[in-house]
C-alpha cells in the first residue's frame, strides 16, 4: 500500500491549492467590503479567522521537508476548515432565522450619555450591520452559506490529501 511519501508531491500540492483558495477566499470577501460595499457583521469578521489561521498553516504544509509533517499540516487543515464550516452553517442558520445570532450582532451599540444632538449625530453616522440579514445572495445561498460549502471542499481536500493512497486494482 503507498504511504504518503509515495504520494508527497500531492500531498504538498493540496496543501498549496488549499493556501491559493484561502487567499482567493479572503480577497473575495474584502473584495464586497471595500469595492462593493457590502459592511461585514460581527460572524462574518469571526468566519476570516480559519482562513487567517490556515494560510501560514497550508504555506508551510506546502514547503514541509518530511512526509509526517505534511500529513500532520493537511490534517490540522482538515480540523480548521471543518470549524470554518461549522462558523458559516451557523451564521447561515442565524440569517434564515433558525436561531438565534449573538446579542452583539443586533447592529451599533448603544450611544454614550450625552446631549441630544450627540446622539443624533451618532445616529446619522452609524451603520447598522445586523446577522440576521443576508447582504447577499447567489443560488439561494448567503456569504456565510457559500463560506460553508467552501470550508467543507477545502477540509475533505485536506483530509484526503492527508491519508495514505489506496493500493492499486
Do not use: K
Not at 87 to 108: F, I, K, M, N, R
Amino acid at each position: 500500500m503507498p504511504t504518503i511519501r509515495d504520494r508527497l508531491p500531492e500531498a504538498r500540492a493540496a496543501a498549496g491549492l488549499i493556501l491559493a483558495a484561502a487567499i482567493a477566499t479572503i480577497a473575495g470577501a474584502l473584495a464586497f467590503e471595500h469595492l462593493w460595499g457590502l459592511r461585514p457583521c460581527p460572524l462574518c469578521l469571526q468566519q476570516r479567522w480559519p482562513y487567517y489561521a490556515a494560510m501560514p498553516v497550508a504555506l508551510a504544509t506546502a514547503l514541509a521537508p518530511r512526509a509526517g509533517l505534511v500529513r500532520l499540516g493537511l490534517a490540522l487543515l482538515a480540523l480548521i476548515f471543518l470549524a470554518s464550516a461549522g462558523l458559516g452553517a451557523y451564521h447561515a442558520g442565524v440569517e434564515w432565522g433558525w436561531w438565534q445570532g449573538p446579542s452583539d450582532c443586533a447592529g451599533a451599540p448603544a450611544a454614550a450619555p450625552g446631549s441630544v444632538g450627540d446622539f443624533l449625530n451618532q445616529l446619522g453616522a452609524t451603520r447598522v450591520t445586523s446577522c440576521m440579514e443576508a447582504a447577499w445572495r447567489f443560488l439561494g445561498l448567503s456569504l456565510a452559506g457559500w463560506n460553508a460549502v467552501i470550508s467543507l471542499g477545502l477540509a475533505a481536500l485536506a483530509a484526503i490529501g492527508s491519508r495514505p493512497g489506496r493500493e492499486a486494482r
